[in-house]
């Protein structure tokens, strides 16, 4: 999260009106607090707490692009959650995470401890609407295609149930 945090600062600089939410809670919040604090832009960056689901969606209809910063990740549902909304995303190449972000086609997956990639394509989605409009678009479809409950389900079944 310290590297969204550092790279917001140089989004900021390219694009003023910008606000970064942050979502959840954990022993790292008042590290990031404080890390903020020495920012010009520390006004801008809101951490939001711990959250209900039906908050969370809430929070993801009101944004524009998704990011995940993470250095460790299994199956990350934070992105899939975003990718059905039909958010665009930037997430770290970690874990999972390329079993869900095609990199250019449903999100852009950066190298994690890289601010600069991050910034870069968090920027190019700010800037292209219509980029925006097709990752999410890619994503929503990916992940109602191979993440939806019902889905996974009947998979579920076929595999206990069909002979070998």
């Not at 390329?98 to 250019?104: C, K, L, T, W």
């Amino acid at each position: 999260m310290q590297d969204l945090i550092s790279a917001f600062t140089k989004i900021k600089e390219a694009i003023p009106n910008v606000k970064l939410l942050i979502v959840g809670d954990g022993s790292y919040k008042h590290d990031l607090e404080t890390l903020t604090l020495g920012s010009n832009y520390n006004k801008d960056i809101k951490f939001l707490g711990q959250k209900k689901q039906d908050q969370v969606i809430e929070i993801l209809s009101v944004t524009d692009v998704f990011v995940n910063p993470s250095y460790s990740e299994g199956l990350p549902t934070s992105v899939l959650e975003a990718g059905a909304t039909g958010l665009a995303i930037v997430a770290t190449d970690v874990g999972g995470t390329n079993e869900i972000i095609e990199d250019g086609n449903t999100g852009f997956l950066v190298p994690p401890h890289d601010a600069e990639a991050s910034k870069e394509k968090i920027c190019q989605l700010i800037k292209n609407k219509q980029l925006r409009e097709d990752f999410g678009r890619n994503i929503h479809k990916f992940v109602k295609g191979n993440f939806d409950w019902d889905k996974v389900t009947d998979r579920w079944i076929r595999e206990i149930i069909s002979p070998r």
